[in-house]
C-alpha cells in the first residue's frame, strides 16, 4: 500500500479553491449559481465519472441487499457447506458451480454470498474513516491555520509527527496497542494515520486566507473566533474538502482491507475482502476463484472510486490535468 | 543555505523527540505491570515479565523512565526484544538489507518506469499510447499491492512452474553477498509489484509536470532557435519538470516502508515490514517500536534532503 492519503492529496491539486466565491446576486432573469452546482453540472458531463458512479451505486445496493443474495442462493455468509458439491472430495475448496457461483473457500462457504457481505464491511469503513478522516482533518487544519502562532505551532508539530510514521505502520501500531479490534476501531484507526495530511492542506488554505477581506469585515463587524471559522472560512475550503474525500475514499478501502489482509483488520467470521485474500493466499494455486472474486470485487470498487475522484477534482477544478485524456 | 540547514535540522530534530514521546506515551501507558506484561509479549513467562519490568525501570517515575528509553535510544540500543531473548537491533540489522534490497531495486525501478511513461505521453498527448499509458497508470494506482503481488506470483510463478519453467522463485530471501544472481532473482517479483503501483503516481505526476513546462516560454525559445526536439525535451523541459517529481520521489523512498510491509508479506521477505507484522501476531511490541522509530528517522532525514535537492535543482527556490 504505497498509496498513502500524501498521495491521494498530492494529486488533487491545490488550487481547487478558487472558484469558491459565492456568486453575487444577479438580475431576476439569470438564475445565481453557487460554484457547487456548477461543478456538479460539470461533474454530470463526464462520461467516465458517471459510469464509475454507476458502477458504485451496484455495489453499494449489492451490500445492502447482501441478505437477498444470500436469501437467493439459500447461503446464509458463515455456513459451513460439507456436502461433495461444496468441498471436494480431499476437502478443499470448490470451483464455481450453479449451486455456488462464484465457488466456495476451503470451509465450504459460499464465496459469492461472502463477498457481497464483505462489501457492506468495506463501503461502511470507508465511508466511515474518510468522513473521520475529513472531519479531524478540517477541524485541526481550520484551527491551526486561522489562529497561527504558538497553536499553530504546536498542531503544525503533531502533524510532522504523524506524517512521519509510515501510514500502514502507525495503523498496525495502533492496533496492536488496542487490542479489541472491530469496525469502529478500524475506522478510528484509519482516521487517525490519516487526517495529518488533510489538515496540513487545510491549514496552507486558511492561513492563505485569514487575512483577505471577508475576513477582516466579519471580525469588524464583532463577528467571534468560531463564527469567522466555521460560518466565513470553512465554506471556502469545502470545495477542496469534497475533493480530498472522494480520494481517500479508494485510500480508506485499500487500508481496510490491507489490515483484514495483514491480520490486524475485523475479526473472522465476519465476511471481509481483505480476510478471504489472506486466507485464499495458501489456496489460489489450486483455487483461483478464492483470490479472483474477492481480488476483483476490491479493485472494481478502487477503480471505481479513482475515476470518479478524478472527475470530481476536475469538475471542481477545471484547469486541472485529466487522467484519461480527452 | 547554512541557516536554513540548521533550521530544518533542528526541526527534524524536535519531530523525532515528539515520535518518542508518542511512541512512549502510545505504548507505555497504563500500570507498571501491565506494561512490562505487554511488552514482553504473548506466552511470556512472569520470569520474563520481570526482567522486563527491571530492565524498563518500571519502578521508577515516568519522566525517569522516559530519559532511560532516550538514553539508550542515543546510545543505538532499540530496546530489547524479550520474545525472542535478544537486543531489538540484532532482529533489525538482519532484517533492514531485505528492506533496503528490496525499496532502493523497486525505487529505481518505479522512477524510471513513472518518468519514461509520463515524459512519452506529454510529449504525445491524446494519443494511442498516452491514452494507454495513463489508463494502466490508473489500474496501477487502483490495485491493492498484495492483489497485484498474488496475481504475479499465480501467473509467474505457478503457471510457468506447471508448464515447466522455473524462472522467478515465489518467496524467501538470498543475501547479496551469497549470490548476486540468486539475490536479483529472488527480488524480482517484488520489486515489480512494488515498482508498478508507485510507478502509476509518476506517470501522473511527470505527465502533468511535463505538459506544463512544455508550454513556457523558453521551451518556444528553444525551438525558436532550433534546437532538435530530442535536445528541448531532454536537456530543457526536462530538468525543470522534474523538481516537483524528485521532491514526491524523496518522500516515497522513505515512507516505502509503508508499502514494503505488505510487499513482504506477499512475498515472505524477512525484511523490517515483515517482522513488524510478525511482531502484531506475538504481541511482539518491542520489534513495532524499532521498526517505527527508525522509519520516522528516515523519513525526517528524506524530507530534509529533499528540502535541500529542491533547491539544488530549482534556481528559483531561494531557501530563507
Known sequence: MTQGVGDALSLAGTDVLDQATPAPPGPKAIRGRSPLSLAFDRLKRDRGAMLSLGIIILIALFAVFAPVVAHITGHPPNKQYRGLDALSALGQAHAPSSKFWFGTDDSGRDILVRIAYGARVSLTVGIGATLLTIVIGLIVGLIAGYYGGLVDGVLARIIDVVLSVPYLLFAIALVTVLGQINMWVVMVVIAFSGWASVARIIRGQVISMREREFVEAARSLGASNMRIIFIDILPNVIAPAIVFSTLLLPVSIVSEAALSYLGVGIPPPTADWGQMIAAAQNQYQIAWWYLFFPGLALLITTLAFNILGDGVRDAFDPRSDRIFAK | ?320
Not at chain 2, 8 to 13: E, K, M, P, V, W
Not at chain 2, 252 to 268: C, H, P, Q
Request: charged share 15%.
Open chain 2, 1 to 320: 543555505m547554512l541557516r536554513f540547514l540548521v533550521r530544518r535540522i533542528a526541526q527534524g530534530i524536535l519531530v523525532l523527540v515528539l515520535v518518542t514521546i508518542a511512541v512512549y506515551a502510545l505504548f507505555f501507558a497504563g500500570s507498571p505491570r501491565d506494561i512490562a506484561r505487554r511488552i514482553a509479549g504473548r506466552q511470556a513467562t512472569p520470569e520474563v515479565v520481570d526482567r522486563a519490568y527491571h530492565r524498563l525501570g518500571l519502578d521508577q517515575p515516568f519522566y525517569a523512565q522516559y530519559r532511560h528509553f532516550v538514553w539508550r535510544l542515543l546510545h543505538g540500543d532499540l530496546g530489547f526484544d524479550f520474545y525472542n531473548g535478544q537486543p531489538v537491533t540484532t532482529v533489525l540489522k538482519q532484517a533492514a538489507p531485505v528492506t533496503l534490497s528490496l525499496a532502493v531495486g523497486a525505487a529505481i525501478l518505479w522512477f524510471i518506469l513513472g518518468v519514461s511513461t509520463g515524459v512519452y505521453s506529454s510529449v504525445r498527448p491524446r494519443s494511442f499510447i498516452d491514452r494507454a499509458f495513463t489508463a494502466s497508470a490508473l489500474f496501477f494506482y487502483s490495485i491493492p499491492v498484495f492483489v497485484l503481488g498474488l496475481t504475479l506470483i499465480y501467473f509467474l510463478f505457478f503457471r510457468l512452474t506447471k508448464a515447466g519453467h522455473r524462472w522467478f522463485p515465489a518467496s524467501g530471501y538470498v543475501g547479496l553477498t551469497t549470490s548476486v544472481s540468486q539475490w536479483a532473482l529472488h527480488l524480482i517479483l517484488p520489486w515489480l509489484t512494488l515498482a508498478l503501483i508507485s510507478a502509476a503516481a509518476y506517470t501522473r505526476l511527470s505527465r502533468s509536470s511535463m505538459l506544463e513546462v512544455l508550454g513556457e516560454d523558453y521551451v518556444r525559445t528553444a525551438r525558436a532557435k532550433g534546437l532538435s526536439e530530442k535536445r528541448v525535451i531532454l536537456r530543457h523541459a526536462l530538468r525543470s519538470a522534474l523538481t516537483p517529481v524528485v521532491t514526491q520521489f524523496g518522500i516515497d523512498a522513505a515512507s516505502v516502508i509503508g508499502g514494503a510491509i505488505l510487499t513482504e508479506t506477499v512475498f515472505g521477505l524477512p525484511g523490517l515490514g515483515w517482522e513488524s507484522v510478525h511482531a502484531i501476531g506475538n504481541q511482539n511490541l518491542p520489534i513495532i517500536i524499532g521498526v517505527v522509530l527508525i522509519s520516522a528517522t528516515a523519513i525526517v532525514v528524506a524530507n530534509i534532503l529533499v528540502d535541500m535537492l529542491y533547491a539544488v535543482l530549482d534556481p528559483r527556490v531561494r531557501l530563507s
